[in-house]
Each structure stands twice: as C-alpha cells, then as structure tokens.
C-alpha cells in the first residue's frame, strides 16, 4: 500500500522555481489516476476505463486561470485519456505506448518557446524520470516510487488520482500569490455562465 511505503512528504519548495514555471506537465496513470486500469471486451472490442478525480480536474483548470499552459504526457495509449483531456480542454495530449516522454515533452516545450527550467511535470514510477530530472520543479505523487521520489522537489500529500493534482495546483499558484485569483476567475466564469443561460461547471 502507497502509505506503508512512501517515505514523509516534503511539502515546501522554493518560491523562486515556482513563479518561473510556465507550464504544468501531468503524467496520467498513477498521478491522474490512481494507476488502476479496468481492461475488457465488449461487441468484440476491448474496453478500457479509468477512473478521474473531479477535484483533480478542477485543479487544472484553477492552474489556466493562473496564467499556466497544462500539458498531458502520457507512456500508454488510451481513448479514456483523450476523452478526458477534451473534457478539460487540455490541448496538448501526447501518448506513447513506448513511454518515451522527454522527446515528447521537449517537442512541446519547443513549440511554446518555453525552457525546462520554466516547467513542472508530475510523476509516479520510472518513465516520468527523464523529465522529471531535466524539469525546474519535479513533483513526485505521494504513491511514487521511491526512485522517484529521490528526484522529486516536491511531494504531494494526497496520492495520485485522489486529489494530488488539485494539491500541487493548490501549494503551486499560492506560492505564487497567484491561487486567490485564479479562484475567483473560475467562480466569475462560471457565475457569468449562468447569468446568460448557458456552460456547465
Ligand atoms: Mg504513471
């Protein structure tokens, strides 16, 4: 069980990595999820379900509100992923069934013109190592294991898939002084959504 073996939370961090991050960098399973995957087969196809936190997903929106791109980097292929990623409006999704994510997340950062040092990604088990060593604000989800957790600046509490998104999104925007903004953009947004009749929270 993730609590018999993690070691204790480090739970400050610097507050200068935190105003340089830019962009947010989530693994998924294990760290959007709690790392279970249900895997079957029906009308002759298989099927495959996750399960997300809503606080989780949240979170990731309170980050947008606080100015920082979120992007998904994920080592298995899976349509519950993207599904989820388009209900949060996440854009930038990559899946690579062989786990390679530092050229992946290279490429993006790229893009936006935004340096690794200028990054946060968070992690669970070994395949987020790669990134996790090049970012400026490695996180490592309470059940990470403990390689990775040797290489993490900051550890959340709350386990993957229970919270532990919204967690770092929570410490990560009020070291910034970023988190009471950010939440009362979310709340005007959709208070203005439901003066004119229209967006679901
Ligand atoms: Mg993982």
Not at 70 to 75: A, N, Q, T, Y
Not at 110 to 122: K, N, S
Not at 151 to 178: D, I, K, N, S, W
């Amino acid at each position: 069980m993730w609590f018999m073996t993690a070691r204790p939370p480090r739970l400050t961090f610097e507050p200068i990595p935190s105003r340089r991050v830019r962009l947010v960098g989530l693994d998924v399973d294990g760290v959007l999820t709690d790392g279970g995957v249900y895997v079957g087969e029906g009308a002759g196809a298989g099927i495959e379900l996750k399960r997300f936190d809503i606080q989780d997903g949240i979170g990731v929106r309170l980050l947008r509100h606080g100015g920082i791109r979120v992007v998904i980097v994920s080592g298995r292929v899976s349509g519950a992923t993207a599904r989820r990623a388009a209900e949060l409006g996440i854009d930038d999704v990559v899946q690579d069934d062989a786990a390679r994510k530092l050229p992946a997340f290279a490429r993006l950062l790229a893009r936006d013109h935004i340096r690794f040092d200028e990054a946060a990604f968070v992690g669970d088990d070994l395949p987020d190592i790669p990134v996790l060593e090049r970012v400026g604000l490695p996180v490592a989800v309470r059940n990470a294991v403990p390689e990775v957790l040797d290489v993490a600046q900051y550890v959340t509490t709350r386990p993957g898939g229970h919270g532990a998104v919204r967690e770092f999104a929570e410490a990560l925007l009020r070291a910034r002084g970023a988190w009471d903004g950010a939440v009362a953009d979310y709340l005007a947004e959709r208070g203005e959504a439901a003066r004119v009749g229209g967006a679901h929270a």
